[in-house]
């Protein structure tokens, strides 16, 4: 009367031992392997805390102490942050305005005064701007009055052009935005005598513009000549040799000292260097006084933003230069004297100034600007 009992116990027996054996032959080895997971797991996040310990980032130290990861003698090591120039560095205002007064960091730009490329792709930290100015308005905007002086700065060039490029970038690091009021450059010398403008730009230093502008620190311009028809260009060494010339420049602008002060000199003025360009071509003036840059940048082919002078493109081969050239000049901002805020503002452009240059900036956007006045494509 037992025997169905008996048979179903050990049916029930069975099952058991055989989902004991299944267990054992599965589960050990499960076990086995997330203990090694968790070994190597635990191993990976030491590693990953060793790393971070010794590049100088946060550590947890939820598995290795950060203690423990120095070796004996050895401290913890400090973050380093590529050289830059102190808020306070000087830069040299005496001709050379490619290079500050003390050596720069290894430029990251092309460097304009060779022609080369100094671009190496390294990144470099800038300082941030200083705590803001205030601008004429009692906000951060410095009204800036400029011209049109193609390819320097210009309306209709990108970004109004290298000066402008060059002014937005220095006044950054001191938190304030430039705005740029184009108008001829007597009318912008006449507001910054009262001081209804901040300042003027691109100026040369010269005696009579230091008595009433606070002058930046210099960046670079480019060279001043003198220019003629082909043929009739010639190769001086005294001023004196070229008393005989009827030579156009433009009212109001400043060449060189002794330029300026040749009263000997037939000077007819005329109100931009597209004036005397056609005047020179037709015959009426012998010579004219004018950047190289602006030259070439007027005569250069194709400029669908000044229609008028594609008769100046068509005859470009028909002016020669002077031998040698008057000078090379640099170019300021001249900050208005008649503000109260004037040094201030000229001191906080000019370290924004060293740190452009520090990081080939400067260069750069210089290299450019010759670039456009040759007419070769740009970024290259």
């Given at each position: 009367m037992?025997?169905?009992?008996?048979?179903r116990?050990?049916?029930?027996?069975?099952r058991v031992?055989?989902?004991?054996?299944?267990?054992?032959?599965?589960?050990?080895?499960?076990t086995?392997?997330?203990?090694?997971?968790?070994?190597?797991?635990?191993a990976?996040?030491a590693?990953?805390?060793?790393?971070?310990y010794w590049?100088?980032?946060?550590?947890?130290?939820i598995i290795?102490?950060?203690a423990?990861?120095a070796?004996?003698?050895?401290?913890?090591?400090e973050?380093?942050?590529?050289?830059?120039p102190a808020?306070?560095?000087?830069v040299s205002?005496s001709?050379?305005?490619?290079?500050?007064?003390k050596?720069?960091p290894?430029?990251?730009?092309p460097?304009?005064?060779?022609?080369e490329?100094?671009?190496?792709?390294?990144?470099?930290?800038?300082?941030?701007?200083?705590?803001?100015?205030k601008?004429p308005?009692g906000?951060?905007?410095v009204?800036i009055?400029?011209?049109?002086w193609?390819p320097?700065v210009e309306?209709n060039?990108?970004?109004?052009?290298?000066?402008?490029?060059v002014?937005?970038?220095?006044?950054?690091?001191?938190?304030?935005?430039?705005?740029?009021?184009?108008?001829?450059?007597?009318?912008?010398?006449?507001?910054?005598?009262?001081?209804k403008?901040?300042a003027v730009?691109?100026a040369?230093?010269t005696?009579?513009?230091?008595?009433?502008c606070d002058?930046?620190?210099?960046f670079?311009g480019?060279?001043?000549?003198?220019?003629?028809?082909?043929?009739?260009?010639?190769?001086w060494n005294?001023?004196?040799?070229?008393?005989?010339?009827r030579?156009g420049?433009?009212?109001?602008?400043?060449?060189t000292?002794?330029f300026?002060?040749?009263a000997?000199?037939?000077?007819?003025?005329?109100?931009?260097?597209q004036?005397?360009?056609?005047?020179?071509?037709?015959?009426?003036?012998?010579a004219?006084a004018a950047?190289?840059?602006?030259?070439?940048?007027?005569?250069?082919p194709g400029?669908p933003?000044l229609?008028?002078?594609?008769?100046?493109t068509d005859?470009?081969?028909?002016i020669?230069?002077?031998?040698?050239?008057l000078g090379?000049r640099d170019?300021?901002?001249?900050?208005s004297?008649?503000?109260?805020?004037?040094a201030?503002l000229r001191?906080?452009?000019?370290r924004?100034?060293?740190?452009?240059?520090?990081s080939?900036l400067?260069?750069?956007?210089h290299?450019?600007?010759?670039?456009?006045?040759?007419?070769?494509?740009?970024?290259?």
């Open positions: 037992t025997r169905p009992h008996t048979g116990a050990a049916r029930i027996r069975h031992r055989a989902a004991a054996l299944a267990f054992r032959r599965h589960m050990v080895p499960l086995a392997a997330c203990a090694l997971a968790g070994l190597v797991g635990l990976g996040l590693w990953l805390e060793e790393q971070a590049a100088g980032l946060p550590v947890m130290g290795t102490p950060s423990a990861l070796q004996p003698g050895q401290s913890r090591p973050p380093s942050l590529p050289d830059m808020p306070g560095q000087d205002e001709g050379g305005s490619a290079v500050p007064s050596p720069a290894a430029s990251t730009a460097a304009s005064a060779t022609n490329r100094a671009h190496t792709g390294d990144r470099r930290t800038t300082p941030p701007p200083t705590r803001p100015l601008g308005d906000g951060s905007a009204i009055a400029t011209y049109d193609p320097y309306h060039l990108p970004h109004g052009g290298y000066v402008a490029q002014i937005r970038a220095a006044l950054a690091f001191a938190g304030l935005e430039a705005r740029f009021e184009f108008m001829p450059w007597a009318g912008g010398m006449s507001l910054l005598r009262e001081g403008v901040t730009a691109p040369y230093r005696a009579n513009r230091e008595s009433e002058l930046s620190a210099p670079p480019g060279p001043l000549a003198l220019f003629a028809l082909t043929g009739k260009a010639r190769h005294d001023l004196h040799e070229l008393a005989d010339l030579i420049v433009v009212r109001g602008y400043a060449h000292d002794a300026d002060a040749a000997f000199l037939r000077k007819e003025p005329a109100n931009d260097e004036a005397n360009l056609r005047k020179l071509l037709a015959g009426r003036i012998d004219m950047d190289r840059n602006v030259v070439r940048f007027l005569l250069r400029l933003d229609p008028d002078l594609t008769d100046l005859r470009a081969a028909s020669d230069e002077f031998d040698p050239i090379e170019l300021h901002v001249c900050f004297r008649a503000r109260p805020d004037h201030a001191a906080a452009f000019d924004g100034l060293a740190t452009i240059r520090a080939g400067l260069d750069e956007l290299h450019e600007m010759r670039r456009l006045a040759q007419g070769e494509p740009a970024g290259q």
